[in-house]
Structures are given as C-alpha cells and as structure tokens.
C-alpha cells in the first residue's frame, strides 16, 4: 500500500499548482484521503480531506476558498488545486490515507495510517 504525490514545485505568489496522490497497490474507493503540510520550524497541520466517496469534503481555515480537494477513484489518484497561493503555503505537503468508516473526513492527523513521501512546494517570488 503506497502513496505518491506528484506536482509540487516553485511558484510565484498569486499562481496555482495541482499535486496529484496516487495510490499503489490498494482500491482508493474504501478510503478517506487527507492533505497535510510541515512549513520548516512548525508543526505538521492539517490542509484538507475527503470523503471515499467524494461527496464530503473539508478545508482549513487558512486554505479555505483557494484550495479544492477532490478525487479520482478509477484513476486511484486525489487532487489538491492550489490557487491563489501565498508565501506561507511554502511547505511539504503529504498526502495520507484512512479506511475509517465515516461518511465524512477528520482533518485530524492521528487518524491517518498510510502517509505519502511527501513533495515540496515553494512559493516565492
């Protein structure tokens, strides 16, 4: 069972980026996806989720209105479309999995099994 995260980057304050996580070796349909991010010096946070089946999603405040979550369960892969962007998105964004039973999604990190590698994204002009 592997994530990957793809589509991270430098990008000038105002611009857009889509990371993409793929999963490997697993049926993404069962499971609850989540992004989260580590700026240097600071705590991993919460960025957004989704539900398995899509229909449910959350954003953090600081996110909300720029980023959009979504999936794709027959390519195995959820996107984060990043617009708008700010210096203090800079960090490494991971991607992590759940096969809780919830229609919903928690944004919280203990409830997250299975994390991506992570991929750094870099906004500066």
């Known amino acids: 069972l592997q994530l990957v995260e793809s589509g991270g980057g430098l990008v000038q304050p105002g611009g857009s980026l889509r990371l993409s996580c793929a999963a490997t070796?697993?049926?993404?349909?069962?499971?609850?996806i989540g992004w989260f991010r580590q700026a240097p010096g600071k705590e991993r946070e919460s960025v957004s989720c989704i539900s398995s089946s899509g229909g449910f999603w959350n954003y953090a405040d600081s996110v909300k209105g720029r980023f959009t979550i979504s999936r794709d369960n027959a390519k195995k892969t959820v996107y984060l479309q990043m617009d708008s962007l700010k210096p203090e998105d800079t960090a490494v964004y991971y991607c992590?999995?759940?096969?809780?039973?919830?229609?919903?999604?928690?944004?919280?990190?203990?409830?997250?099994?299975?994390w991506g590698q992570g991929i750094q994204v870099t906004v500066s002009s």
């Open positions: 070796g697993f049926t993404l349909d069962y499971y609850v």
């Open positions: 992590a999995a759940t096969a809780i039973a919830t229609l919903t999604c928690p944004l919280r990190e203990y409830s997250y099994d299975y």
